[in-house]
């Protein structure tokens, strides 16, 4: 057990260090501004102060920080990408994960589970083939397994035949992973602050300016800050941040949903999704089921929850886990996904001079929260795009260089 | 689950229809630009706000157009195409047809007047 | 007494008639196509005619137009079309048109396959083509149920989200809607005093409609009903 | 059944009735109409699970799943209200989260180490060495959850219904009933729905004055009207679990989820009573007095023999009546109030000598020896808020009933845009922002007392019938509370000791959310997702106005400006099962599928159909597959082809609607000649791909890909809402069947079969499409060569889809006709290299680099990717699809989808493959890199295990390059 618990259980007058911090007043002007308090804001602005020194910074949050979708994904941790660029990426977050706990002295509760895409289809097997392939290539540990592995593996799995979508094979990835999303946030940002980053709520971008072609301000709803570099991660928002500063974006914002069981003792070790089926599902170390399935049917600017979306999901969910009919649903509740078309990132530069854009993160952006962070950390701070971002620069929709994910992706978290 | 007004089939649940986009008017390709064209096909407005999108009523293959606040989710207005789509379009190439093509995309682009120009803004 | 006439033995197959063999009906042909008379048990199926029964019309002529002067063209044909949209005309023969959109009309035969008009129809079109008038393969595009019984609008609410109860969709009201997530047609076609609504759905989907329709009658003692039991509902179908 | 009362307490059983059931194995007896809850609590059982961190012994506290103390195991179905589960016989109860027995759980010692498990204390720990953690992880997830899921439980029978009213009202309290009498007299159809067994609300258990029954009388009258009214249907034992936009609302009843439309929506849910937090307030024993009202009135249980009552208002004393009346004795009644409020039942409370202690509040509650129940209740004077005096008294007693005031359930309220207000002067609470058509009455909106609630749901009713244009006679007005319901302003009294807890489900004391606090989880939601305090089963229904209280306080805001964490669906317990319904998945057969079934084919899912795969035992497959493919090549063979996309385009603009929605030229077309068709999307990829058929200059018969269909159906109406040519298209595939006879003879049998139309090469070339019969069934007839043999594909009306392949099986035995299936189709295109969308292309491939420049016409002005198609022709390539021969020495035969690789880099992977048993070697399609693609060139491709096997590339087709075999 940790020396903070026992100093904390042995002492009753024991007052505990302020570790999340709001700063109070904005300052006129910072070397860097980051738009949006998620986890890649919040990693960012970490990695600016760790690696390169760069402690002038604010963060601005128009709500909570965390509160975007960092506090609303199932936080799903894989590297099992189909292309190269991809693997290469998320297989770099996923090193960080793991030390990640450490890194930051702070417990993000990093569960290694193992990930299965269920395969219900000829064609979902051979791409299953493909990324195993890939994986394999790049060194990441992904193997396709067949029913009676499966039979083995996750013996709570129904592998009847006779369901309308029978279960084929699988692609299984032994390093996936689930963590305490908040916990990412909220070490990232205890401990950006802790050297000096300052944090700033209820703060909303509302115009940011341009001249000459180089952001040099952001308006906010608490004043007007001149800025040196600029970066924009604000997820569900992206089109309209990005549209202050003039630049239009390859995005659409889709409401994501997901839900949660009420607790049961552990049952199911490892994280299940079902691409044809769309829906996927772990059980967190609290005992709760999180369950989510694919984007909403439309876009909006809104993260109401709906019932189509139990219902297809529950549907779908009870072909794979029939003995689950008598769960009880806790809660159920939404978050906001930039979709791009090729199911992949917009990091980089833009158009304009010193803003930098994290966005498109869709459905799959928590586990890259800390290579995103580090890396745009780096592309600020040395004004050079790392090659591991490369592929992921906003030009190549001007270019038709588009990343070949969206094969891999019915579901994919 | 909301409530969509077809105008085909009355008021159905949404789960009757599928989304078909923004109403932005397909560009003649000869006309603009590559990159012109990659902005019309892979830019997305994704305004919040008041938008005029496609939809498709599945039971019967209808497409419609609705007004919809994106923030709100409500929808405001739905009509048939052939209120902003009244007549033929063709995208013939400009040394066969320059002119009177150029003007006939205008005219489309007039009626509807809450669409991106085709080229210029993107 | 009616020959067991063996289904196969015709050209025209209902889609659904390895379900009736499987119920056990006893057939025979109308136009060609091997039809259930009865299930066995003419009398609870005529009892179940006016609470909850399912009926296979597949057999019975159907064609549909479509096109820009589709209406005009049947009308100029002696087809009575209705206005707008989702309502249907009864014909002097008890064919009935379904406006189901501006541009498109689909025509359901009389029960009793006397009518002529869909097939003078389908004769009429292939024979001198019309300008912006295009056929619809209906017969073969679509299975046709019929479910009958004043528990019928119970039973379609577990299945279906549009409101079907009598007091809101009247006779001869058209639905195109989704029942139990397949793509359907339904319209109001009470028989005398008993709620009937036909169904045109999916042919390939027809064994897992039928099923479907079933379970959900299964609470209200729903069953198939044969052509003798519907028949019974009044002496003028 | 020792604690139960006489009649007429328990209107809600029957005591002719006696029903056994089981809990914790020991068998137990109740009435019908006992939940598991009041059963077990007239045997005296008070203890029913433990509790989610500390195991603490738990029990009733609202009986009215406010809170998980009650949550019980029954058979297969974890965490349920033992509140909300009727006993029928048999029914197996069981306790949850216990290591070693209920009354004796192991785990309870986590309790004394509480100190040292803050909340959040699993950030702070189990981290350093990392290897530590996943240990750590495992014993917390062995402690954590509550019930137990049985992986052999059997999917029971759930379904669903979509109903319609005019008017909805939730709640079925003196408000709810009258808003619905209301609404009816306007002719309005209207439903009323109360998750209570039996509709009445807090008239079912209330005592607003000194007779006991003046509750009930009021009910009975509102009852009675609304029996004889034929508007109004009463639901009951039923929970709205959401209101979703345009007032949808989902419900739970029994086994069905009721989905409802409401043209207008009353929410007259009432308000939850407030705990009060001290020192070991969860000890069973202490509840709210609703419950130990709803104990006496509804089921007639007594809730204990010796009670303490602690109120913050007038309420408390109707409890203490009631449970004098019910043969308790009150020891004392705590009020909080530094001067109570003088009122009937004060007075009466006072004229039966129960002793009142004003400016008083619970400060520790002691357990019992064995430490399953309450023993004692310490009592001290309260100097601030939250503050009280050292000295204390002392009462012993087995129950401690505890009222903090009425807040109200304001969930669904919420969901409908609903913010709620609250006034700290006051105390009261108020609603604005309701969306349209959704109105608040009763409790809810602070109508404490009968006749306001009562006079507030009828003025409501009328109006949301009058907001949907039904109008009565009715002329109401509305009328202000009489008396406001309030809460307590600050009912929490943290011990140096601890135990004093705000969230019962997640065992969240005062000091984790004063620790979390000053750690900066400040803001309402941090300071829910740090500490779960509200994320447990009951969602914070008893402890989110606390938890507020406590960030307010440390955040020196207002309660409004502290704010309430969202309310998210679903308000009550709803499985899995509910939500998922009968599971309706589509399915659609062929004409010709029961005769694939009699023929032992293994079926296979090709979008929403199924097609064989092969005919015959898997463990033959690949013989099978290949004998198959052979015959057709040798003799003939018949593959069902009906599930293929067919689209008819007809019109004056049918060629010049082709000609935009595919690369290919159409406008030329000859009538009678079928055409290849590829269709790319706007970013120039490849989607689709077919044949048009031209049957006459305006009649075009297109195919389309099985799965792809529905989608180029859409996209060809959606292009043409637009262009306005004079097109009309309809979606005939489920209108054919369609058969593929193919193989050198299959022209002998179709002769035998169809008499109109000429069959001989140069009559019906390749290529040729015909309209004629076969068998006597009409069909369209096109000789193709998707495998490379002379065939013909005739597509029948779907009725007659089975009676064309009997005929054309039987015709056929002579010369070995033999069915094939998919995997043979696919053998045998590939042998003639052609692709299969989706399978030889991904979600990039452009014609270019699919080798299909040929199908692209350079001429016409425009197809839909024409200018991507030309942006990509401009770049370098990437990679390419080739045909691929294996050598004959290789042993292992790679797998679709294995990689082609240059030196360290992915250059491309296989996309087809199969042993060619005419060719008799192993040919592939196959993506390489450009300066790999000459014919000749030597590719490596890494098989599973990481062996490299050699192939070359070859030009393609494999086999019968000239076409001569299928242009016979
Ligand atoms: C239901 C759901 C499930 C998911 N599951 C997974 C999963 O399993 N695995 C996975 O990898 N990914 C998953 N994702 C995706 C993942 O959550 C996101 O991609 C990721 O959290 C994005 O992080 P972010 O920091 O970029 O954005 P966010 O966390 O959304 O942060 C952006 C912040 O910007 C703020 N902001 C917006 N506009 C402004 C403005 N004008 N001024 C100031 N601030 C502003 C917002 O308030 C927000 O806090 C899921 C997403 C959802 C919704
Ligand atoms: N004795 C007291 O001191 C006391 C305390 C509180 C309220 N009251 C009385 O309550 C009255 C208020 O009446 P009211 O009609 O507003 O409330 P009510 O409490 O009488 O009735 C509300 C009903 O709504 C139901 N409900 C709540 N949420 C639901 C959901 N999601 N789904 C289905 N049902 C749901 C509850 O089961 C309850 O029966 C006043 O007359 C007041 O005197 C009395
Ligand atoms: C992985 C994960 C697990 C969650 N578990 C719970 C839970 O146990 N209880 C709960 O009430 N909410 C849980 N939530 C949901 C949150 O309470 C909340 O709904 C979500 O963060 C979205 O915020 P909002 O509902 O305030 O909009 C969980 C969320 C996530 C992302
Ligand atoms: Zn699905």
């Known amino acids: 057990m940790a020396f903070g618990l026992l100093k904390y259980g042995l002492n009753p007058r024991f007052q505990p260090k302020q570790f999340l911090r709001d700063s109070k007043d904005l300052k006129s002007s910072y070397d860097v501004v980051i738009i949006g308090g998620g986890g890649h804001g919040l990693a960012a602005a970490y990695y600016l102060a760790r690696d390169w020194g760069i402690t002038n910074v604010a963060v601005l949050e128009k709500g909570w920080l965390g509160g975007g979708n960092t506090g609303r994904n199932t936080a799903i941790i894989r590297s099992n990408y189909l292309t190269p660029e991809g693997v290469d990426f998320y297989d770099e977050s996923l090193k960080l994960f793991k030390g990640l706990s450490r890194e930051l002295d702070y417990n993000i509760l990093y569960s290694e589970r193992g990930h299965f895409t269920l395969a219900h289809t000829d064609a979902a097997i051979r791409t299953s083939r493909w990324r195993a392939e890939v994986n394999k290539h790049l060194g990441v540990n992904s193997e396709v397994v067949y029913r009676d592995d499966l039979a083995r593996m ?119 999704v079902s691409g044809s089926l769309h829906v996927y599902i772990s059980q967190s170390d609290r005992g709760e089921f999180v369950m989510g399935g694919s984007t909403d049917p439309y876009p909006r600017y809104q993260t109401s929850s709906s019932l189509d979306f139990m219902e297809g999901l529950m549907g779908h969910l009870l072909e794979l886990f029939p003995f689950m009919s008598e769960m009880p649903v806790l809660r159920q509740w939404a978050g906001l996904a930039d979709m791009t078309p090729d199911f992949s990132p917009v990091m980089g530069k833009t158009p304009v001079n010193n803003y930098y854009i994290d966005a498109g993160w869709g459905t799959w952006g928590f586990k890259a929260t800390c290579v995103s962070g580090k890396r745009m950390a780096e592309t600020l701070a040395t004004e050079k795009t790392p090659n591991i971002l490369k592929p992921f620069a906003l030009d190549r929709f001007r270019t038709f260089d588009l990343v070949g994910e969206k094969g891999a992706a019915s579901v994919g978290h | 689950m909301k409530i969509i007004e077809c105008p085909l089939n009355g008021p159905r649940n949404a789960q009757e229809f599928v989304f078909g986009g923004d109403v932005i008017n397909h560009p003649n390709p000869h006309l603009i630009s590559d990159d012109q064209w990659a902005n019309y096909v892979f830019i997305e407005e994704n305004r919040a706000g008041v938008v005029q999108e496609w939809w498709c009523h599945v039971p019967t293959a209808y497409w419609f157009i609705a007004e919809r606040d994106t923030v709100k989710d409500e929808i405001l207005r739905t009509f048939d195409p052939s209120e902003i789509y009244k007549e033929r379009i063709d995208y013939n190439r400009p040394e066969v047809e320059a002119q009177s093509q150029d003007t006939k995309n205008n005219k489309v682009g007039e009626v509807n007047s809450t669409n991106k120009e085709t080229g210029s803004s993107i | ?166 007091q809101v969709f009247g006779i001869g009201q058209v639905a195109q809607t989704n029942i139990a997530r397949l793509n359907c047609i339904v319209v109001r076609h009470d028989i005398d005093a008993v709620l009937t609504y036909d169904i045109l759905t999916d042919c390939a989907s027809a064994d897992y409609f039928w099923s479907a329709l079933l379970d959900a009658m299964e609470e209200f003692s729903g069953k198939p009903i044969g052509i003798s039991a519907l028949k019974s509902l009044s002496v003028n179908i | 059944m020792v604690m139960r009362l006489d009649a007429p307490a328990g209107h809600l059983i029957n005591r002719q009735k006696i029903v056994t059931f089981k809990f914790e194995g020991k068998t137990y007896k109740g009435f019908d109409g006992d939940t598991v809850a009041s059963a077990l609590m007239a045997s005296d059982q008070r203890v029913f699970s433990r509790s989610f961190k500390y195991h603490r012994p738990r029990g009733i506290m609202s009986l009215n799943s406010l809170d998980a103390n009650t949550l019980v195991q029954i058979g297969d179905s974890p965490n349920r209200f033992a509140e909300r589960v009727p006993i029928v016989d048999g029914l197996d109860v069981k306790a949850q989260n216990y290591w070693g027995s209920l009354l004796k759980d192991n785990l309870n010692i986590i309790g004394r180490f509480g100190r040292f498990l803050p909340a959040g204390f699993y950030y702070k720990a189990f981290y350093k060495p990392g290897w530590t953690w996943p240990i750590w992880a495992n014993i917390i997830r062995k402690i954590a959850g509550l019930g137990v899921l049985n992986p052999n439980a059997p999917h029971k029978y759930y379904d669903k219904e979509y109903l319609f009213y005019d008017v909805v009202v939730v709640g079925a309290g003196p408000a709810g009933l009258s808003a619905s009498i209301e609404a009816a007299k306007s002719g309005a159809n209207v439903i009323v729905i109360d998750e209570d067994q039996a509709p009445g609300g807090s008239l079912n258990w209330g005592r607003a004055s000194i007779e006991v029954d003046s509750d009930k009388s009021v009910r009975d009258k509102l009852l009675d009207e609304v029996e004889e009214n034929e508007n109004i249907r009463v639901l009951a034992s039923s929970s709205v679990i959401g209101r979703y936009p345009d007032n949808w ?125 309450v023993s004692q209740l310490r009592v001290a004077k309260i100097l601030n808020p939250g503050v009280c005096a050292r000295e204390v008294d002392s009462f012993s007693c087995d129950l401690v009933v505890i009222s903090a005031g009425w807040f109200p359930a304001a969930p669904l309220i919420r969901q409908a845009g609903g913010k709620l207000n609250y006034d700290e002067n006051s105390g009261s609470t108020s609603i604005e922002g309701l969306d349209d058509s959704v109105f608040a009455a009763g409790g809810l909106v602070g109508h404490s007392c009968i006749d306001s609630a009562a006079a507030n749901g009828r003025y409501v009713g009328m109006i949301a019938a009058k907001k949907i244009g039904l109008s009565s006679d009715s002329d109401l007005i509305d009328v202000s509370p009489q008396y406001a319901s309030k809460v307590h302003p600050w009912p929490i009294f943290d011990h140096p000791k601890g135990k004093a807890f705000v969230d019962f489900d997640e065992d969240i004391q005062v ?33 989110s106005l606390p938890a507020m209280r406590l960030a307010s306080k440390h955040l020196g805001l207002s309660l409004d400006s502290t704010g309430m964490t969202t309310a998210r669906p679903p308000n009550a317990l709803v499985t899995f099962g509910h939500l998922a319904g009968r599971i309706f998945e589509p399915v659609r057969y062929t004409s010709i599928h029961h005769r694939h079934i009699e023929l032992g084919a293994k079926m296979m899912p090709a979008g929403a159909w199924l097609r064989p795969e092969y005919y015959g035992s898997s463990k033959e497959k690949d013989r099978l597959i290949r004998e198959e493919a052979l015959n057709v090549r040798q003799n003939v063979g018949l593959v069902d082809v009906s599930t293929l996309g067919g689209l008819d385009i007809c019109g004056p603009d049918a060629a010049e609607f082709l000609n935009r929605m595919y690369t290919f030229a159409y406008l030329k077309q000859p009538v009678g000649k079928s055409r290849y068709v590829l269709m790319t999307d706007l970013s120039g990829v490849i989607i689709d791909d077919g044949v048009a058929c031209r049957f006459s200059d305006e009649h075009f018969y297109v195919t389309a890909t099985t799965s792809g269909v529905d989608a180029v159906y859409r996209q060809m109406l959606w292009f043409n809402a637009q262009w306005r040519l004079k097109v009309d298209i309809t979606n005939v595939t489920a209108s054919y069947s369609g058969v593929n006879i193919a193989g050198p003879k299959s022209r002998d049998i179709l002769e035998r079969l ?201 030009k393609l087709p494999f086999y019968d390059p000239d076409g001569k075999r299928q242009e016979l």
């Open chain 4, 249 to 373: 609302l989902a419900v739970v009843s029994s086994n069905r989820l009721i989905k409802l439309r409401a043209r207008s929506l009353v929410v007259a849910t009432g308000c939850w009573e407030q705990p009060i937090v001290f020192r070991n307030n969860d000890l069973p024993g202490i509840m709210l007095g609703s419950a130990a009202q709803r104990l006496i009135h509804m089921w007639g249980v007594k809730p204990g023999k010796r009670a303490v009552v602690a109120t913050s208002d007038d309420h408390g004393y109707g409890v203490a009546l009631d449970l004098v009346d019910s043969g308790v004795e009150v020891a004392a009644i705590v009020d909080l109030r530094e001067d109570p409020d003088r009122t009937e039942l004060s007075a009466e409370v006072q004229r039966r000598h129960i002793p009142i202690f004003p400016g008083r509040t619970p400060w520790e509650a002691v357990p019992s020896a064995d430490g399953l129940r």
């Open chain 4, 511 to 543: 000091h984790d959310l004063q620790m979390a606090l000053k750690e900066g989880y400040s803001h309402i939601e941090h300071l829910k997702r740090f500490t779960t305090n509200g994320m447990g089963p009951s969602q914070g229904r008893h402890s």
């Open chain 3, 1 to 166: 007494m009616v020959e067991t006439l063996d289904p196969s033995s015709l050209t025209n197959r209902s889609f659904l008639y390895r379900q009736h063999i499987k119920s056990g009906a006893v057939f025979a042909e109308m136009g060609g196509f091997a039809v259930p008379l009865n299930y066995g048990n003419p009398d609870s199926e005529t009892e179940a005619s006016s609470n909850m029964g399912l009926v296979d019309l597949s057999h019975l002529p159907r064609t549909g137009f479509k096109g820009w002067d589709a209406a005009k063209w049947l009308v100029s044909n002696g087809c009575k079309v209705g206005d707008g949209s989702n309502v249907t005309t009864e014909q002097a023969c008890y064919s009935r048109a379904m406006r189901l959109a501006p541009s498109e009309v689909a025509i359901l035969g009389d029960l009793n396959a006397e009518s002529s008009l869909v097939n003078d129809l389908d004769m009429t079109w292939s024979s001198h083509r019309s300008d912006g008038v295009f056929h619809v393969p209906r017969a073969s595009t679509n299975c046709w149920l019929k479910v009958t019984g004043k528990y019928a609008p119970s039973m379609f609410a577990k299945i279906c989200a549009v409101d079907l109860r009598p």
């Open chain 4, 754 to 954: 169809c008499s109109d139309v000429d069959l001989s090469p140069a009559g019906f070339p390749y290529m040729g499409v015909r309209e004629g019969h076969v068998a006597g069934i009409p069909a369209r007839m096109l000789r193709v060569g998707f495998v490379g043999e002379l065939g013909y594909e005739l597509h029948v009306p779907a009725h007659q889809g089975e009676a064309l392949w009997d005929a054309l099986m039987e015709e056929g035995q002579e010369e070995s006709i033999r069915p094939f299936g998919v995997e043979a189709q696919r053998l045998l295109r590939l042998e003639k290299g052609h692709i299969i969308i989706s399978q030889d292309t991904d979600g990039l491939t452009h014609p270019i680099e699919a080798d299909m420049a040929w199908a692209i016409s350079r001429k016409k002005p425009f197809y839909v990717g024409l200018k991507s198609v030309s942006i990509l022709e401009g770049k370098p390539l990437t990679r390419k699809l080739v045909g691929l021969e294996l050598s004959e020495s290789n042993s292992t035969i790679p797998k679709e989808c294995h990689l082609v690789i240059d030196g360290s880099n992915i250059t491309g992977r296989i996309t087809s493959i199969g042993y060619s048993p005419v060719l008799k070697k192993v040919v592939a399609l196959a993506y390489v890199a450009p300066h790999q693609s000459d014919p000749g060139s030597e590719v490596e491709i890494r098989v599973d295990e990481g062996e490299i096997v050699q192939a070359t590339v070859v």
């Open chain 1, 154 to 272: 996750v013996p709570l799995l129904n592998l009847s035949e006779e369901v309308r979508y029978p279960v084929l094979g699988a692609l299984y990835h032994p390093p996936g992973a689930i963590a305490r999303h908040d916990a990412v946030a909220w070490g990232y940002a205890g401990r950006a602050a802790e050297m000096g980053v300052e944090l700033h709520q209820n703060t909303e971008v509302t115009g940011i300016e341009v001249e000459d072609g180089t952001v040099v301000g952001v308006e906010t709803n608490r004043g007007r800050i001149s800025c040196g570099r600029v970066l924009q991660a604000v997820a569900g928002r992206s089109s309209e941040v990005s549209r202050l500063a003039g630049i239009d974006l390859p995005i659409r914002s889709v409401p994501l949903q997901a839900c949660v069981s009420t607790p049961v003792k552990p049952i199911l070790d490892p994280i299940i």
